[in-house]
């Protein structure tokens, strides 16, 4: 009676550890893919305050006129980058 417990025991300690080393390997897949997305958002983000930055410089030079062709899509770019515009939360 005791080889069986004992024997069942066993089995399940093998299969559980198994599954905690299984999800232990995914984990640390998801924790580098993490880290991966988050140095791609910084990134992005650094790419997105300088365009911001460059285009108001643009605009305050009044190189862009409103009323014509080359104003009005700048005025359009210009528009989609605030909206895309990420402020720091430091």
Do not use: H, P, W
Not at 66 to 82: M, R
């Amino acid at each position: 009676m005791i080889g069986i417990i004992g024997y069942v025991f066993i089995c399940t300690t093998i299969i559980l550890g198994y599954a905690v080393y299984n999800l232990l390997t995914k984990v640390e897949v998801l924790e580098d893919r993490l880290l991966d997305t988050i140095d791609e958002v910084l990134g992005v983000k650094y790419k997105v305050n300088n365009a911001v930055k460059e285009m108001r410089d643009i605009d305050s030079k009044e190189a862009f006129e409103k009323d014509d062709e080359t104003g009005t899509v700048f005025q359009a770019l210009l528009e989609i980058v605030e909206e895309l515009e990420i402020v720091d939360e430091d």
